[in-house]
């Protein structure tokens, strides 16, 4: 057996698609963006993914407003609670929770057959300051998924995923 | 029926428990749990008659709240709802005696087949 030279796999937007339509309760669109550049201007919400001896493999990077979007719907909160949030520049502890939860799940999409197993180990939420090794791996240039994506009944955001 | 949802996730219980209703399986008595510990606690007070349980959950993960339920003679149907849906996955909670896996995101269908199929309630 071949130990450290599998490749971790990097979710297409079709299974990207797939698992937000599916947690959020509704057909999510998708398109393919610019790199989400994060800057204490643009906070982004930052899900840490680790294999089993706890290295960092990925990232999956949320801007505000799709960080707010996805963790209102996921629990069919009305769309007035993400205003606060929207203004204030980081989320509250219910959409923080919420959102944890959404990128929980979302480490489904890199274990596929033959990739390392990754699991969510931190969530870094819109607002509070990004470590500086985090915001490093946010800024990875290669193998990334950069999408607009917009949440129906809520609205647009910008998602990364980031292999590291 | 008494169903016992342990999941460390307090949004993904109420999911949970929409999605059993919105597969024509509402009406239950639901009791929660926040990880394993709790829910071997609550099986042995409670007396559920099926349990849907995440498999990472802290204090006591899902696989060994069913192998401790398990050890203990308690033979109480258990299900997995999990992201973790790989065949090793699978493998290991058939072999630890789950019922049935059911990985996030899941649909309503999911649900209504994987108790359906293993003839927990009626369809």
Known sequence: MTVGAVETHLPGPKEVRDLLSGLLGREVELRTAPPLVVSRKRPASVGVYVDARLVVRAVIVCDLPLSAYAAAAIALLPLPTTEASLEAGGLDETLAENLHEVLNVAASMFNVPDAPHLKLHALHPAGLPLPGDVHGRTLTLGRREDLAVDVPGYGSGRLSVVLT | ?123
Not at chain 2, 12 to 33: N, P, S, W
Not at chain 2, 56 to 81: K, S, Y
Not at chain 2, 103 to 111: C, G, V
């Open chain 2, 1 to 123: 029926m008494k169903i016992l949802v342990a999941d460390d996730s307090r949004v993904m219980r109420q999911i949970v428990i929409r999605t059993l209703r919105q597969a024509g399986h509402g009406g239950h008595d639901i009791v929660e749990a926040e990880n394993g510990r709790q829910a071997v606690e609550l099986v042995q007070t409670e007396a559920p008659d099926l349990v849907l349980s995440d498999w990472n959950m802290p204090e006591m993960n899902g696989i060994d709240a069913l192998l401790t339920l398990r050890g203990a003679g308690n033979a109480v149907p258990f299900g997995f709802v999990t992201s973790e849906g790989s065949d090793e996955m699978r493998a290991r909670a058939e072999q630890a005696g789950a019922a049935f896996l059911i990985a996030k995101p899941f649909t309503p269908e999911a649900f209504d087949e994987a108790l359906t199929g293993v003839g927990l309630v009626a369809s």
